[in-house]
T-cell receptor, first 113, second 114 residues
Framework: DQQVKQNSPSLSVQEGRISILNCDYT??????FLWYKKYPAEGPTFLIS?????DKNEDGRFTVFLNKSAKHLSLHIVPSQPGDSAVYFC????????????FGAGTILRVKS | KAGVTQTPRYLIKTRGQQVTLSCSPI?????VSWYQQTPGQGLQFLFE???????NKGNFPGRFSGRQFSNSRSEMNVSTLELGDSALYLC?????????????FGPGTRLTVT
């Protein structure tokens, strides 16, 4: 059972426009959410995170929104740049001792110049 | 600060063999987690070590094991390799004692089983 779902396998956006990547989760025990970016042949790079007690977190061009009642989060990238082209993973951390991340399947973002 | 390093980067093994992968965390980080990435299953949590003790475990068979040394370096071992073990194995480190939230990943070891 997929507890974290990224239903869009890919997204194509024009440079300078907004990119919106979506993620849904099913487990109410998740209390922390993260977004990672991954280039081929590299490990995932941490982008931004949000605690379940917040509904928005912003860091430069990246903003993550959390809707707890809908069990949905989204990553907004504004403005999108060609260097943002990568695979984006949504991850969730369950409320338990220790570190464990549950990942979505990823969304391939292509930013066209 | 140096990032997470993993060795080797690429590995080819034969079915039935065993393999050991190594991970050095970011200096000062005491938690090391291992993940398997495959096209079909995505990124899946294998286990986490903290202060030389396994603290969390995912749903993988006992053929997958690990350990952590006093300097926080970690090794992961897979015995009796199967074709389905072909994957990118990622190691991640984090700094907190109880729970760290953000994890920082190494480049991974690409294992191919023939």
């Amino acid at each position: 059972d997929q507890q974290v779902k990224q239903n869009s396998p890919s997204l194509s956006v024009q440079e300078g426009r907004i990119s919106i990547l979506n993620c849904d989760y099913t487990n109410s025990m998740f209390d922390y959410f993260l977004w990672y970016k991954k280039y081929p042949a590299e490990g995932p790079t941490f982008l931004i995170s949000i605690s379940s007690i917040k509904d928005k977190n912003e860091d430069g061009r990246f903003t993550v929104f959390l809707n707890k009642s809908a069990k949905h989060l989204s990553l907004h990238i504004v403005p999108s740049q060609p260097g943002d082209s990568a695979v984006y993973f949504c991850a969730a951390s369950p409320m338990e001792y220790g570190n464990k991340l549950v990942f979505g399947a990823g969304t391939i973002l292509r930013v066209k110049s | 600060k140096a990032g997470v390093t993993q060795t080797p980067r690429y590995l080819i093994k034969t079915r039935g063999q065993q393999v050991t992968l190594s991970c050095s965390p970011i200096s000062g980080h005491r938690s090391v987690s291992w993940y398997q990435q495959t096209p079909g299953q995505g990124l899946q949590f294998l286990f986490e070590y903290f202060s030389e003790t396994q603290r969390n475990k995912g749903n993988f068979p006992g053929r997958f094991s690990g350990r952590q040394f006093s300097n926080s370096r970690s090794e992961m071992n897979v015995s009796t390799l199967e074709l389905g073990d072909s994957a990118l194995y990622l190691c991640a480190s984090s700094g907190g004692q109880v729970r760290s939230y953000e994890q920082y990943f190494g480049p991974g070891t690409r294992l191919t089983v023939t």
